[in-house]
């Protein structure tokens, strides 16, 4: 207690945080500099260069902040976000940018509760309660004069900037070399890197909330080609969520994970396909936006009519069925349900529900459908880290898998068989979707085209989940599955060559071409379509 009752100026202890912050709460940071510095030279030197600088810039930073009613809050703010930061580093290889924040920010409860572990309570209470508690019974002490003060917080911070500067003039050329080639370093940089990405989301937020909303494809209406259509139309799109392409049988995978789509006469399976986004919140809106990946604004998407706004504009019916945490604003304007407001037992439970619920839904909107239309339907997919709750457990198929959201506690092979029986589930719920629609072709032209937001990394360069910022993610994020199906009533009031479609299948495709596939998929008139983003354009009679 007498170490409690030791008075310490705030100019000192602004110092002593940050050593605190730089040796305790960026494990990750220093485990990746070490692979990045190993069998290098001086990779020891550099690596304590690196780590003065680091003490450095964070003692700079706290000392403008060194004041008695200002400094104890802030260290306590900082100690408890640092201690959620780093567990999200530590168990899953969580790289913070600002788009990760916004997919934050727009996570529902369900997906909060995934996350929940006592794991997560041990390093709160590790990492920040308990320094917040011994803090705050810290007593700081009081200078006679302000300028007194004033001339030690300048003095500290004259040793601080000194040592920034040693060390810059010293390792010049290391560190140069080291952060130019390494960008992520400032990801791993704990607490700079949320707060960081905190300050560029609350930009974001204010500068889009200034925004007025653009309309385009006011133009739109659908061509000539529509008169000849011999019978109504749905075309429906499935948004799948965290499935990579490599994991899927009918892509080359070694497990047959997709028996049934297997079986799916005149299947379309698209192997080279890439996302917007590495996260839902990138990627949704991105797919459905105007925009390609290289110049997508998330800021302009929020205030601008998107794919879905246009087609409905153009006449048809278009409707969004969601059994996840919604559309990510692309349904804001459409008639939208999220299912799992339904509560069905015979789907659902626990809070959440399997994606049968929308197999269901289709043959809901099936029955009442009138006219030509178009239904998207945004599945619950393979999202984890939780895995094993995604599908029934009467249909586990590969076994034994990881029944926890701490991946860390579990061996990747079991990671992986639970996140297989999420795709082999997904096959089951896609083959019946396709089913449903084959038994209505008689009278009704339909259309199936899946295509997932993102992938999923199962512990390889020790990452798990998604959301890796895009310059630094693997291609387990960003390789995503994409198949279609369409009837024979479709492929010919649409003009649809099937067999040139099955040879352009092996090309390599984006989620950029969604947004003007679609346009001349159905037939839609606006000058936004752009014909070489079709994939659809050359395999058109």
């Known amino acids: 207690m007498s170490a409690l009752r030791a008075r310490i100026h705030p100019e000192w202890l602004a110092p002593l945080a940050a050593a605190i912050l730089v040796l305790f709460y960026n494990r990750p940071l220093w485990q990746h500099l070490q692979q990045v510095l190993h069998g290098t030279t001086d990779g020891g030197v550099l690596g304590l260069a690196f780590a003065a600088m680091l003490w450095a810039i964070f003692s700079l930073v706290l000392l403008a902040f060194s004041f008695r009613r200002v400094l104890k809050p802030l260290l306590m703010v900082l100690f408890i976000g640092s201690a959620v930061t780093l567990y999200f580093m530590n168990e899953y290889g969580v790289l913070l940018d600002r788009e990760m924040l916004r997919n934050v920010a727009q996570t529902d409860a369900n997906e909060v ?63 140069a070399s080291l952060l130019r080639n390494h960008h992520e370093l400032r990801l791993l940089a704990v607490p700079s890197n949320y707060l960081s990405a905190s300050y560029g989301y609350l930009r974001d937020s204010v500068a889009s909330g200034n925004q007025p909303w653009q309309k385009i494809g006011e133009d739109a209406q659908l061509n000539a080609a529509w008169k000849q259509h011999r019978r109504p139309s749905l075309t429906v799109l499935v ?9 899927f049988g009918v892509l080359g995978y070694s497990r047959d994970t997709t028996p049934e789509l297997a079986r799916q006469a005149d299947l379309l399976s698209y192997p080279q396909v890439t996302s917007c986004g590495t996260e839902t919140a990138v990627s949704v809106p991105c797919m459905f936006s ?26 048809l019916k278009v409707t969004w069925l969601d059994n996840q945490s919604g559309c990510k604003g ?72 990881c029944a926890s959201n701490a991946l860390n506690d579990c061996s990747q092979q079991d990671i992986i068989n639970a ?116 994939l659809f354009a050359n395999c058109r009679k």
């Open 113 to 175: 509760r995934d996350l929940l572990s006592w794991r997560l309570a041990g390093y709160l209470l590790l990492f920040g309660v308990l320094p917040s508690l011994l803090l705050w019974k810290l007593p700081l002490a009081r200078r006679t004069t302000r300028w007194r003060g004033l001339l030690s917080r300048l003095a500290m911070g004259v040793v601080a900037l000194a040592v920034l500067l040693g060390v810059a003039l010293a390792q010049y050329q290391g560190l």
């Open 239 to 247: 948004i799948g969520e965290s499935a990579r392409a490599d994991h």
């Open 419 to 534: 996140y297989d029986n999420t795709i082999a589930y997904t096959d089951h719920v896609l083959a019946g979707m396709i089913d449903t629609l084959r038994a209505h072709s008689d009278t009704l032209d339909t259309a199936f085209i899946y295509l997932s937001d993102h992938g999923e990394s199962l512990g390889e360069f020790n990452l798990y989940l998604h959301g890796t910022p895009y310059a630094l993610a693997p291609p387990e994020q960003t390789h995503v599955p994409m198949l279609m199906w369409f009837s024979k009533g479709y492929q010919q009031d649409f003009a649809l060559d099937q067999q040139c479609l099955r040879q352009a299948s092996s090309q390599a495709y984006s989620q950029d071409n969604l947004f003007h596939s679609m346009l001349g998929l159905l037939q839609v008139d606006t000058q936004e379509y752009q014909r070489g983003l079709d």
């Open 290 to 315: 105007r925009m390609a990946r290289h110049d997508y604004s998330a800021s302009v998407a929020e205030h601008q009519d998107g794919l879905l706004d246009i087609l409905q504009r153009s006449g």
């Open 330 to 401: 692309t349904c804001d304007r459409l008639e939208n349900r999220n299912l799992r407001d339904s509560k069905d037992p015979q789907f659902c439970n626990d809070g959440e529900c399997h994606d049968a619920i929308l197999v269901d839904g289709l043959q809901h909107y099936l029955d009442q459908l009138q006219g030509d239309a178009v239904l998207v339907l945004h599945q619950m997919g393979s999202h984890g880290p939780d895995y094993y709750k995604r599908y029934p457990q009467a249909l586990q198929r590969f076994e034994p898998v």
